[in-house]
């Protein structure tokens, strides 16, 4: 994978790293897209099923206790305003009122049912949240969210199911409800009261009894008789057994007593009817005050089942709600710190990629430069150093090419410009070697021509003695010379290729120069950009400390409600202490007002029996005749005492009624202020449970703001440091450009030099030319060569004198040997 990189053209790695970030980019954004689905569809869920669930609950709850307060008021006031208007009032609204309970509970199934396929809906949820677990298994936060989702919707069908079979069972309870209430509803009207029904009917028979034993005068009877009233006031005020069987009890007493009486058969028989009758309406009135009782207690207990299956559905619900609320408040943080994530590695690969591609690029650069540096500095000098040697005749001087080829590791333009240097480093070092041999051959002819020249010494010595030696003197000479022009001509050859190496590697340091200007453009343009960037990151760093003190300051507001609701709490809980008190009170004095009526009803049960007593006093008194008149007074006085004692009974009895009207009325309002206390303690409550949700979020966003802000200003350091790392390597680069520039230069002095050694070259190759020809003629004339013997020899001196004008090594070029 790094060496395709590597071999890819500038062009082509730039196109890579912007598409791998464009690439990432597309990542985040993908993210990002799935993670606003995934909240999307969480909320939609919420709103769908869970809040309209709350809802129906709430309507259902506050029905149910509008229900509650309809039936207590009946039980109230039906006496006082009628069992018609009480109907109307009272029970027709807990008919509508169960009705609605009923209503909204069959919505509820609904929503819990969504038309019969609510468990294959959520199925199909769950199994849609198992691929997508399948999908997102590459990332382990996208995999909590998805499977703490799958989780929860497992949990809410089995809550659903469990809250459907609730739902079912309260239709049931308040059907139950209402048809027990208005069954005794019935036995109530049924029952009556004072003037109407059942309890109105033995009230008129026992009227009716208590008149003829009265008008008899059958006083047994009558203590008889208000004996029975007794016993039925205090069975109507205490729902005693014990009252009802001492009622019957007594009845059986009032027909011993009739029958003891001098009544004849026909009044026995209608008094003792009478009593039957009386009996009979009252045992029906027992009867229906136990059936009353009984529905009263089934649907109590079908209300008390009722009343919690709907606290549980809407504490259910409301948790399921609040469940889903932070599910998705956890997606949408996890989602932000997924993208800050995903953002930051996207920021950094991208520095990373780019200064990854800059070292690449910058340290081949870097390294073609010296080599540039040190072949113009280093190896032309040394052959601008020899060339001026040779100039002066020096030949003992040693040259060699130091100068290395670069190591090329890609394909890219770069790597191209340093395969060129390392292709100008090669024919640097041919050249170089030709210029040696060159020298090395030059030594070697130089030799030779001394050699020669001492021969030419010698043998002109002997001229005289042997022309045929001088002949073949002269032929050696013209073979000497031969291989002069020879040697001369190959110099001539490798002079002009070192010439045409000069100028090609002078087009190549021209072309280096022309791309090192491209590039340092391409640099410049590349420092632009990164500045804008730079620029761009700092104001981003800025706009996130500017949210975190926006974040501060809303966390300081929300801490502040919080104690306000805190407050608010405490002030609720007083509250509600000081009504229970107050209720608690206020039951106190019902009790001793009950207290007070049984009192009260002692002292008329006194004043009856004062007043039979007195009754009884006149019957002896008048059967005493004149001795009875004086007792016949006091007990006239004794009954009027009764019957004012008896009247004023009677109006503290209505006063003890009125007073435990209100006393009731008082504690009904009592238990609704409790209620109604409760409530809002209960509200002040969950408004401070969602003050300190609020305020625990708002912290996290602080966190997490702050979190950036501080990652916005490292990421703004790091853009600071690229851009001046840019800065650099624009400057590095324009230093190449110059360098590329003046190696030109300095290539062209070398051309120059070595035309002028050329052209050396064929001025000497015309001197060999002059020579052969003169050692032709010397050949012609051999007969002549004695008398040029002397000059040959002076020829000789002054060919040796220009010999010992070269410098060099004798040793060198095979002169020893020639010697």
Known sequence: MLNWFHNLKIRGKLITVFLTIICLTVIVSVIALVSQYLAKITIEDLFEVDVKITQLTLESNSAFLTARQAEKDYFLYRKTIGFEEARKQYVNILETQVTTI??????????????????????????????????????????????????????????????????????????????????????????????????GDFRQKAHDIQTIVTEKNLNQLIIDMLTLRHYEKEYLLHKDREDVRNLQKTVEQFKHD????????????????????????????????????????IYQGIVDRAGTLLLEIRDASIQEQIATQKLAEGLINTVGSVLLFTSVFVILLGVLLALRMASSISGRVVEVTELVTFIACHDIFELKKALQQLAEGDLSGDFSILAHPVKVKSEDEISQMAEAFNTMVREVH??????????????????????????????????????????????????????????????????????????????????????????????HESLTITDEISHAIEQIANNAYVGADIVAEAASVAQ??????????????????????SAKSVREMGMRSQQIGSIVSTIDDIATQTNLLALNANIEAARAGEHGKGFAIVADEVRKLAEQSAQATQEITQLVQGIQQTVDDAVAAMQESTIEVETGVEQANDAGQALDLILQAVEMVNEQVQAIAEESSII????????????????????????????SANTTEVL?????????????????????????????????????????????????????????????GGYDDYS
């Open 102 to 199: 009923t209503t909204k509970m069959e919505e509820i199934r609904g929503k819990l049912e969504m038309d019969s396929n609510a468990i294959e809906n959520l199925n199909n949820k769950i199994k849609f949240w198992d691929d997508i677990i399948q999908y997102v298994d590459w990332n382990d936060t996208l995999l909590d969210i998805a499977t703490g989702r799958r989780d929860t919707l497992k949990q809410q069908l089995n809550d659903y199911q469990t809250s459907l079979a609730d739902v079912k069972v309260i239709i049931q309870k308040a059907n139950g409800y209402k048809s027990n209430f208005l069954f005794a509803v019935e036995k109530i009207e049924e029952q009556g009261n004072d003037d109407s029904g059942i309890e």
């Open 258 to 297: 009739v029958n003891a009486t001098s009544l004849n058969a026909a009044e026995k028989a209608e008094l003792i009817q009478l009593v039957d009758n009386y009996q009979d309406s009252f045992d029906r009135l027992v009867n229906i005050e136990r059936e009353v009782v009984k529905s009263i207690e």
């Open 430 to 523: 041919d050249a170089g070697e030709a210029f040696e041999q060159t020298m090395s051959n030059l030594r070697r002819l130089i030799g030779q021509v001394a050699i020669n020249a001492e021969q030419v010494d010698r043998t002109s010595t002997q001229l005289a003695d042997s022309v045929s030696q001088t002949r073949d003197a002269a032929s050696q000479v013209t073979t000497s010379i031969y291989e002069i022009a020879v040697g001369i001509t190959q110099q001539v050859t490798n002079t002009e290729n070192a010439t045409s190496m000069v100028e090609h590697v002078t087009r190549a340091i021209e072309s280096i120069a022309t791309g090192a200007q491209d590039q340092a453009t391409s640099i």
């Open 560 to 581: 502040a409600s919080t104690e306000t609701i805190d407050a608010t709490i405490r002030s609720m809980k007083n509250i509600k202490e000081k009504v229970l008190l």
């Open 716 to 743: 703004s350091e790091s853009s600071k440091g690229l851009l001046s790392a840019m800065h650099s390597l624009s400057a590095v680069v324009e230093e190449n450009s110059a360098a590329s520039q003046q190696m």
């Open 752 to 812: 120059y030099a070595i035309e002028d050694v050329a052209r050396v070259s064929k001025e000497e190759g015309t001197f060999v030319k002059v020579v052969t020809v003169a050692t032709t003629e010397m050949s012609n004339q051999v007969d002549e060569v004695s008398n040029s013997a002397q000059m040959l020899s002076e020829m000789a001196q002054t060919l040796q004198k220009l010999v010992d004008q070269f410098k060099f090594d004798k040793t060198d």
